[in-house]
């Protein structure tokens, strides 16, 4: 089945502690990207990559890392996460302008 | 300025209603358009793609594009209480795909039975 996955989809952690979430895709898309989502503010974007080894800041990127080391995945890093970047987060993929896939979604909280 | 401005809603219509939900962009360079619907906690999913300019139909759901007017809609026809979702409308410049894909924030509908 193609899909996007993400893993954890819920996390409660502390401000300073490092974290991950990963992102995979089976479709071989070489686009891919990381959004955040908050009540009022829809979905913004964080970081993006067009193909392995090829990342660009979105709309958001202050405070978090990626890395597109293999074309189906797409890490996202919190060094030190802090409060306000408690949120929804959304990976997704796609290929040229076409349909866009999102992974389920984490919801992280950083207390 | 922003993008993709749409309409914050909610938007309610009676169930068998037409719902119609509206977005403008504001960048000439934009070439593709999609619809997304996202029920409230879940991730967005497509409804519906349009390149040219006019209508594409789909089942219960038409796009409508105007790209003189920066103007893109949806109609959803015979409106259900399951379609009570958020719509997000999303637009991207370059029909090779190497540029972001750029969302409004949502037009909410509320479909009452």
């Known amino acids: 089945e193609a899909q996007v996955t993400q893993n954890p989809r819920y996390l409660i952690t502390v401000t300073g502690k490092k974290l991950t979430v990963t992102c995979s895709q089976n479709?071989?898309?070489?686009?891919m990207s990381w959004y955040r989502q908050d009540p009022g503010l829809g979905l913004r974007q964080i970081y993006y990559s067009m193909n392995v080894e090829v990342t660009d800041k979105g709309d958001v990127p202050e405070g978090y890392k990626v890395s597109r080391k293999e074309k189906r995945n797409f890490p996202l890093i919190l060094e030190s996460p802090s409060p306000n970047q408690t949120s929804l987060y959304f990976c997704a993929s796609r290929v040229g302008a076409g349909e866009q896939f999102f992974g389920p979604g984490t919801r992280l909280t950083v207390l | 300025q922003k993008e993709v401005e749409q309409n914050s809603g909610p938007l309610s219509v009676p169930e068998g209603a037409i719902a119609s939900l509206n977005c403008t962009y504001s960048d000439r360079g934009s070439q593709s358009f999609f619809w997304y619907r996202q029920y409230s906690g879940k991730s967005p999913e497509l409804i519906m793609f349009?390149?040219?300019?006019g209508d594409k139909e789909d089942g219960r759901f038409t796009a409508q594009l105007n790209k003189a007017s920066q103007y893109v809609s949806l109609l959803i026809r015979d409106s259900q209480p399951s379609d009570s979702a958020t719509y997000l409308c999303?637009?991207?410049?370059?029909?090779?795909?190497?540029?972001?894909?750029?969302f409004g924030k949502g037009t909410r509908l509320s479909v009452i039975a």
């Open positions: 349009i390149y040219s300019n």
């Open positions: 479709m071989n898309h070489e686009y």
């Open positions: 999303a637009a991207v410049k370059s029909r090779s795909g190497n540029t972001p894909l750029v």
